[in-house]
C-alpha cells in the first residue's frame, strides 16, 4: 500500500481510507494462521491465489458456498463482542459444503460498516481466522467497505464465502440412501446463526439484561446467544475416511423440516422420535418467552441439532465412534423410511 494514499476529501464524507490500511496491518497476524500448502499470494493485492492440491482425484470438482450470520451480528453489537462472529461467517458457508463431500480450500469474507475502526474490524477478522483454523481453509483475501449516511457508525454487517474440492466420484448425492438407514446428529453449540430475528424479538434483546445469569445455561442469556456456530469440518471428513456416508444435512434457517429433506431422495423421508432429540436448554428458554407452537420450532432453528448424517445400519456403531473420537457427541437421531413426508417427528 502506499504512504502517499489519503484523501482528507474522502474523509470529510464519511470515508478514512487510512483507516483501512491500519485495519489490514492490524489483521495481518490473524490471517497468517490460516496458510496452508495452496496459498500463494499476500493480502492487498486485486485477487487471492491459490493453487489446490488434486493428487489423486480424476475428477477434481469445485464447490462453493456463501452465506452471513444474519441478524446475530445485533447481538455482537450490543454486548461489544466481535471476536466470534466471524467464526460463525466461516461455519456457514464450510458447513454447507462438506455437505456435499468437499473439503474447504479457502475463504474471503466482506465487511460492510458505517465507520471503519481498525481495531475493530481487526477483531472481527481475528474471528474469521479462528474459523478457517478450525475447518482448515486459508483466509486469502477480504473486503472491508465503509457506508457513511447509509450504516450507523456502530453498524457493520459480515459474509463471506468459500471454495471447496471433492472428486466426482465422491460427490454426496443422496443417490444411496434407502429405507433402513440410520440418521446421525451432530449437536449444535446453540442458535448458531439462524432464527435471530425471530429470537430477538421474543427475548426483546434491546432492552433485556443480557448479562443475568441464567442457570440451565451456565452463562448469560447473551453469552449463550453470542456462541458461535460449530464448525463440522474436520470430524465428518474423519467420517468419510472410515465409513460410507450417504448424506448430510446443515440444519440451519428452517430447521429440521426444510434442511433434513434436502439430502433425501424423492419417495423417502426421515423418522424421528422427539424423545431422542438432545434439545438445547436454549431453545426452551426462547419457546417460552415467545409461546412458540413446537412446529414452529422444529422449522425455525435446529433444536440442538447442528447436522445430520445418514449411514447404513450396519455401519452406525462405527460411525458414532469415529465422531466421538474426533469431538462431537454424536448418537442416533432417527432412520429413514419410505414417505413422501420429508420429515416425520413423532
Known amino acids: 500500500m502506499s504512504k502517499n494514499s489519503r484523501s482528507e476529501s474522502y474523509a470529510a464524507a464519511g470515508v478514512d481510507i487510512t483507516a483501512g490500511y491500519k485495519a489490514v496491518e492490524l489483521m495481518k497476524k490473524h490471517i497468517a494462521r490460516t ?35 444474519g441478524t446475530k451480528v445485533k447481538l455482537a453489537i450490543l454486548l461489544d463482542k466481535h471476536d466470534t462472529i466471524g467464526i460463525d461467517a466461516v461455519a456457514m458457508c464450510v458447513n454447507d459444503i462438506i455437505c456435499v463431500g468437499a ?114 445455561l451456565g452463562c448469560g442469556i447473551g453469552e449463550a446467544l ?42 423417502m423421508s426421515a423418522k424421528i422420535k422427539k424423545s431422542d432429540v438432545r434439545i438445547h436448554p436454549l431453545f426452551n428458554i426462547i419457546q417460552k418467552a415467545g409461546d412458540i407452537d413446537e412446529r414452529d420450532m422444529f422449522n425455525t432453528f435446529n433444536m440442538g441439532v447442528g447436522m445430520s448424517i445418514v449411514v447404513s445400519g450396519a455401519e452406525a456403531d462405527k460411525a458414532l465412534e469415529v465422531l466421538r473420537a474426533n469431538g462431537e457427541d454424536a448418537y442416533i437421531l432417527g432412520e429413514i423410511v419410505k414417505s413422501d413426508e420429508g420429515v416425520i417427528l413423532c
Do not use: W
Open 35 to 69: 496458510k496452508n500448502d495452496g496459498v500463494c499470494s499476500g493480502i492487498g493485492g486485486f485477487g487471492g491465489l491459490y493453487i489446490p492440491s488434486i493428487a489423486g482425484m480424476k475428477e477434481p470438482v469445485l464447490v462453493s458456498g456463501t452465506d452471513g450470520c
Open 226 to 267: 453470542l456462541t458461535p456456530t460449530k464448525i463440522y469440518v474436520k470430524p465428518v471428513l474423519a467420517l468419510m475416511e472410515n465409513v460410507t456416508v450417504k448424506a448430510i444435512s446443515h440444519i440451519t434457517g428452517g430447521g429440521f423440516y426444510e434442511n433434513i429433506p434436502r439430502s433425501l431422495p424423492d419417495g
Open 103 to 216: 473439503k474447504p480450500l479457502f475463504f474471503l469474507d466482506y465487511i460492510a460498516c458505517g465507520k471503519n475502526i481498525p481495531e475493530k474490524i481487526a477483531e472481527i477478522v481475528g474471528g474469521v481466522a479462528e474459523g478457517c483454523v478450525q475447518s482448515g481453509a486459508a483466509l486469502i483475501g477480504g473486503e472491508t467497505a465503509e457506508h457513511p449516511g447509509m450504516m450507523p457508525v456502530d453498524d457493520y454487517d459480515l459474509a463471506g464465502f468459500a471454495v471447496g474440492i471433492v472428486d466426482r466420484e465422491k460427490i454426496l448425492d443422496n443417490s444411496k440412501v434407502e429405507e433402513g438407514d440410520v440418521i446421525i446428529a451432530l449437536p449444535s453449540s446453540g442458535v448458531h446463526s439462524n432464527g435471530f430475528s425471530l429470537v430477538r424479538k421474543v427475548l426483546d434483546v434491546e432492552n433485556a439484561d443480557l448479562t443475568e445469569y441464567i442457570p440451565e
